[in-house]
């Protein structure tokens, strides 16, 4: 019996320690699983992140290539000697900036809009200060289109924009009465803003030209603004005419002071004192300003209401207010020239509009390379970026020898 008994107990004690062992080994196993688990956890995080990483280090690099790509065609450009960073004076992440981050990132989606003129200004003074928005952004020039109707050379503008989205803005001002909207592939898709009735020489050209700078001013990373009609045509490649703009000091406005009927012929002595015989200049209507200057532009209040009651034909406003303006305020923002080039040498009231047989290499090589001017304080041979005026017929010329003239 106590054999037996002695038996029992040693199996007893047997089964509770294989119990105890087996509890032990589930534990063990348990937490070995635990722990491959966590471990598997954490290295997907961090392969995730590095993928992350390594995109939008690619992506970066790539639009800094797209930029930089065609250089060869800066040999021609001798005022273009050193190298240009894509964006100075980046300004670190700070986390009080959040919200103004978050709306430096906000371009408008749409164009179309209902706001007046008063509240389009207004809209624009709320948009943050763009030294505040430098932190990863990359600067883009605004091409603001002031025309009638449809862009007759916008093919040739296809092939100039085509592979730098990213770069650039468009902006069409337009009749209002003009509703056409072009192919959903095209660049020019739904970029019309909200335009008024424009008059030649009236204070309405002049509110077009505001209402363009203010519609473009809504985007912050738009940096430099040129303003073209539907006759120009660009004269080097996207990345010669990018680089230009955005390395460049200063604003483009042509500015002179014409002793003439035709200039202070014009002057209307009941703007004085605000505006004196002195501060009164002439120049040329295509302009292109840097954003500081534009947002002047848009937020002047006091030049505006003189040159809109005392400005009327025979004196034009988009021959007088801007330059006279940017005189009074800001004449160091200024080149004091105008990347636009046109052809007077015909005389009469308007400039030459070139046709279909006057297309030849000769034509734009005397435009391209037939000047010197300042370029950032130093001589260039490359002074003008567009020409006017093209007529529709050039059309099909431009587009067989863009290649060879005009570098794309």
């Known amino acids: 019996m106590e054999s037996e008994s002695s038996k029992r107990e040693m199996k007893q004690c047997k089964i509770t320690i294989f119990v105890k062992n087996l509890s032990l080994r589930i534990r063990r196993e348990a937490n070995e699983s635990y722990f491959h688990l966590t471990t598997t ?9 590095f993928v992350v990483i390594l995109v939008f280090f690619f992506h970066y690099h790539k639009k800094k290539y797209i930029i930089s790509k065609d250089s060869n065609y800066f040999s021609q450009l001798n005022a273009f000697q050193d190298s240009f960073p894509l964006s100075s004076n980046l300004l670190p992440f700070n986390i009080s900036n959040r ?15 209902s706001m007046s003129d008063k509240e389009l200004f207004w809209q ?4 943050p200060d763009f030294h505040k928005c430098q932190y990863n952004r990359t600067p883009k020039v605004a ?5 009638r109707g449809r862009l007759p050379l916008a093919p040739l503008w296809e092939r100039f924009f085509k592979g730098y989205e990213g770069l650039y803005s468009i902006y069409l001002h337009t009749s209002p009465e003009f509703i056409h909207e072009p192919p959903e592939s095209s660049v020019f898709y739904k970029r019309r803003i909200p335009s008024k009735p424009v008059e030649w020489g009236k204070n309405t050209m002049i509110d077009a030209e505001r209402r363009l700078l203010a519609n473009a001013l809504l985007d912050v990373s738009n940096e430099r603004f040129v303003l073209l009609s539907e006759t120009c045509i660009p004269l080097f490649n996207f990345t010669t005419v990018y680089n230009y703009l955005v390395h460049s000091k200063y604003s483009f406005l042509s500015s002179f002071d014409d002793p003439r009927k035709t200039g202070r012929g014009r002057y209307n002595k009941r703007m004085w004192p605000i505006v004196s015989l002195s501060d009164w200049r002439k120049g040329s209507q295509w302009f292109e300003v840097h954003r500081k200057l534009a947002l002047e532009i848009v937020s002047d209040e006091t030049y505006y209401p003189i040159f809109k009651e005392h400005c009327r034909p025979p004196c034009y ?8 303006l940017v005189t009074k305020i800001s004449p160091d923002m200024t080149s004091n020239s105008s990347i636009t080039w046109v052809d007077w040498s015909r005389g009469g009231p308007h ?9 030849s290499e000769a034509l734009f090589n005397r435009i391209k390379h037939g000047f010197n001017c300042i370029y950032n304080d130093r001589i260039s041979s490359v002074c003008f970026l567009f020409a006017r005026k093209f007529h529709p017929s050039t059309l099909e010329p431009l587009l067989r020898m863009a290649q060879d003239l005009l570098g794309f």
């Open 317 to 324: 406003m988009d021959e007088h207010y801007l330059v006279t």
């Open 351 to 359: 400039p030459t509009m070139f046709v279909r047989n006057d297309i």
């Open 143 to 147: 091409f603001m289109f002031l025309t």
């Open 124 to 127: 624009v003074s709320r948009v």
């Open 99 to 113: 919200r103004s981050m978050q709306r430096c990132r906000e371009a408008p989606k749409e164009l179309w809009h």
């Open 41 to 49: 956890f954490i290295l997907s995080l961090w392969m995730v992140l």
